[in-house]
């Protein structure tokens, strides 16, 4: 019997552990009971004392302990209320739209009659984040047109340092790195408001000194390509993916890092990448015809360029290695030009 | 020595540099291989805001040779037309323009906006060549044609020609689409096709995002053809079409306020020759990949995180593996973070080069003001290349200006 309310007890302590943990806890900070409020009929300016006045760069007009004990004459704690009434990330939002955003509430107030929930619909919902939505703006405004044109400054103070997710647009979530792409195609100008040059040049540039991901080692839950051992896995991770390195990365990246590491055919070395049976006589085992055919980036990243040559030896017209074109092959090019002169044009 | 005279001119720009509205950023990182040197500048003139400028510059030394090298990456100037009719670009910068592949140029672009919904960008250049080398006739142009279709859909038509050292290197025609159909729904497409050689897909891909409350799922296909990625005058791009594609679903659920969960499957197929080159017949390759994550923030704001990691890819002996990774941020102080990743890989057939790729990364960062931010870690793994290896990293970043 007592082993089982242990176990009870133990089981009880450990779920409501668990609970903590993952966020759900009665004692944390709530957002702020602004339902509560509007439907006792308490004015937004009551609380929010001026705001209807304030400019842009005026105070945020936040109400403090001496606001809520005049109608809360008896405060139930000693603390300032806003230690538990409100949540710390919902004033963070403020102080951030603060300044990032040009606004004023004084331009604003007169216009909806001092109905603030029409801007503010989340405070009818205690939602924990009251900053009005893009679209919000746009039901009054007509700013589609400087949103179609990208002219975000006229409300955005600087939007790459303000670093705000986009909630109603081009949404940040799930596996964006891979998505980014085909979102950006028809959007390009868009990432721009936000996201510089530098930011697309740190993965796509031709010359990157070191990966986003390496030199921000001690951001670890930032998303990357090349995250962790990826060097490790990088062949298996290749060859599951035709193509997808030579998205970014241009034919010769691998072969200075092979060379020079000694892994790699082109050099005198015992390390070769390639299996047995990778090469061989026609008739024979002769695994690189599948391989190249597979993924001919892949044999690219090595023996492009110069490197041709060692493809040529075997595969120029009337070679060995016969023809490596598939059936039917058409091309538009000229057997002078490159690459065709290599084995048509009596280069070699 | 171009390297050299680009750095003394950054740090003589950023010396001036603290007067807004100039903004310097210069990350020093050094690992125990090669030590690299980072100068970001950006520039914008409070009195002409139409008009702005972007350097990135790096210097260091290469871990192949311990040879000194540098490059630029970004050096470029922007005017904009104040009404967003229009903008102008010149410099080394990075173009992606619809479907057609992201272009690193010495060159121009320009873009033209009518009220009418209707959008032109052209550009044009040399380009880059890595460590300031230069390709004699090699040159490229390009062109997006895109139209506003309703408030949530746009569509675009790409074009780009390529010449590489005279010769042909590139041309595509590329085709994007974004829908918003509703307030939970985004879809996107794109496909660009090779002109070269038998015109085909070259890459492709579609995606369609819905969210509801906790609630994020993606739909996505990709067909990509490797050898119309390579340039046309590669040996290899006369290999012909043989496409990989992949299908799948993610979803996305906060299963708490703090906890999120992910998950995603996708199959693939990579397609490959039967037996020999002499045979006609193609064959494919059937494989998948499985991932969960899961993310736990230690606080509100979810400046402590722990999250745990799940991978496996499924395709032949040579590329199939599972994977399981944790990662942990935890702030110590305001200033201090202590933060940590672990890795372990194991291969399906280890071909010799190890049964488990352990990899492991311990790393404190500092934020000493809102101008200086140090960071040092220790990583250490066992890998295909080398049974164990231990290195060290540093870095240092000094801020000037705006963040």
């Known amino acids: 019997m007592v082993r089982r309310v242990l176990l009870l007890v133990c089981g009880g302590l450990a779920l409501a552990a668990c609970a903590h943990i993952l966020g759900f806890r009665a004692s944390a900070p709530q957002p702020f009971a602004h339902r509560a409020h509007l439907l006792q009929g308490v004015s937004c300016m009551k609380c929010h004392r001026g705001i209807e006045r304030a400019g842009d760069d005026s105070s945020l007009h936040l109400p403090g302990t001496t606001d809520c004990v005049g109608c809360h004459v008896k405060p139930h704690d000693t603390r300032e209320c806003t230690s538990c009434h409100g949540l710390p990330l919902t004033i963070e939002g403020a102080v951030q739209a603060k300044e990032y955003l040009r606004f004023s509430h004084a331009s604003h107030a007169p216009k909806v009659k001092g109905n603030c929930v029409r801007c503010h619909p989340e405070v009818a919902h205690d939602g924990r984040m009251l900053r009005p939505t893009m679209a919000s703006c746009f039901g009054c405004h007509a700013h ?12 955005h103070v600087d ?25 950006a195609a028809a959007a390009s100008d868009l990432c721009a408001t936000c996201h510089s040059q530098r930011f697309c040049a740190g993965c796509h540039g031709k010359s990157v000194a070191v990966l986003p991901e390496t030199l921000l080692f001690d951001q670890v839950t930032r998303a990357g390509v090349h995250r962790a051992g990826f060097r490790s896995r990088h062949a298996e991770e290749a060859r599951a993916q035709a193509g997808l390195c030579t998205t970014c990365h241009n034919q010769s990246s691998c072969q200075s890092c092979h060379d020079a590491k000694g892994i790699a055919a082109t050099v005198d070395s015992s390390r070769s990448p390639h299996p047995p049976g990778w090469l061989g006589a026609p008739g024979q085992s002769n695994e690189h015809g599948r391989a190249a055919w597979r993924n001919p980036a892949e044999c690219a990243s090595c023996h492009g360029g110069a490197g041709e040559m060692l493809c040529v030896q075997c595969h120029r017209e009337g070679a060995v290695g016969g023809s490596p074109h598939p059936p039917g092959w058409t091309s538009r090019r000229s057997k002078v030009e490159l690459p065709c002169l290599l084995c048509h044009g009596g280069a070699q | 020595m171009k390297t050299l005279l680009l750095t003394v001119a950054a740090l003589l720009v950023a010396r001036q540099a603290g007067a807004d509205p100039l903004r310097l950023r210069a990350d020093a990182f050094a690992s125990a291989q090669s030590p690299v040197g980072l100068l970001i500048l950006q520039a914008e003139d409070s009195q002409r805001d139409w008009l702005d400028a972007e350097a990135l510059v790096w210097t260091g030394v290469t871990e192949l040779d311990d040879s000194g090298t540098g490059d630029a990456l970004v050096v470029t100037l922007r005017a904009r037309d104040p009404k967003g009719r229009g903008e102008a670009r010149v410099g080394r910068f990075l173009v992606a323009s619809g479907a057609i592949m992201p272009r690193h140029i010495d060159g121009v672009s320009a873009r033209g906006r009518l009220s009418s919904g209707s959008e032109l960008e052209v550009f044009g250049g040399l380009p880059v060549v890595p460590r300031f080398g230069v390709d004699a006739y090699s040159w490229l142009l390009g062109m997006r044609i895109s139209h506003r279709l309703s408030e949530g859909a746009a569509a675009g038509l790409s074009f780009v020609h390529e010449r590489e050292r005279g010769f042909i290197a590139d041309e595509e025609v590329g085709f994007d689409v974004a829908l918003a159909p509703s307030k939970w729904l985004d879809i996107a497409a794109r496909a660009a096709l090779d002109l070269v050689d038998d015109p085909g897909i070259s890459e492709a891909r579609v995606s369609a995002a819905a969210r509801k409350q906790a609630w994020r799922f993606e739909a996505f296909g990709t067909r990509r053809s490797p050898s119309r990625l390579l340039p046309a005058t590669s040996l290899f791009s006369a290999l012909g079409d043989v496409p990989s594609d992949e299908i799948g679903v993610g979803a996305r659920w906060r299963a708490a306020p703090r906890l999120d969960l992910w998950s995603s499957v996708a199959y693939r197929r990579v397609e490959e020759l039967a037996t020999s080159m002499m045979d006609a017949g193609i064959a494919g390759v059937n494989g998948y990949e499985l991932r969960l994550r899961s993310a736990l923030r230690l606080d509100d704001k979810g400046k402590g995180v722990v999250a745990f990691e799940i991978n496996r890819q499924g395709l032949d002996a040579y590329s199939s593996w599972t994977g399981l990774r944790t990662t942990t941020r935890l702030p110590v102080t305001t200033r201090l973070l202590l933060a940590s990743e672990f890795e372990l890989v194991v291969p399906d057939h280890s071909h010799g080069r190890g049964a488990v790729w352990p990899w492991g990364l311990v790393a404190l960062q500092w934020q000493a003001s809102s101008e200086w931010e140090a960071a040092a870690a220790v990583e250490g793994r066992a890998s295909p290349e080398s049974t164990s290896a231990v290195s060290a990293l540093l870095r240092v970043a000094r801020r000037w200006g705006a963040p």
Do not use: I, K, N, W
């Not at chain 1, 589609?144 to 409300?155: A, I, L, N, S, T």
């Not at chain 1, 997710?165 to 979530?173: A, E, I, N, T």
């Open chain 1, 159 to 183: 939007l790459p340092a303000e670093m705000t997710p986009p909630q109603s647009h081009l949404v940040h979530d799930g596996d964006f790195l891979s998505e980014h792409g085909v979102r």
């Open chain 1, 144 to 155: 589609e047109d400087q949103f179609r044109v990208r002219d975000c400054q006229g409300c």
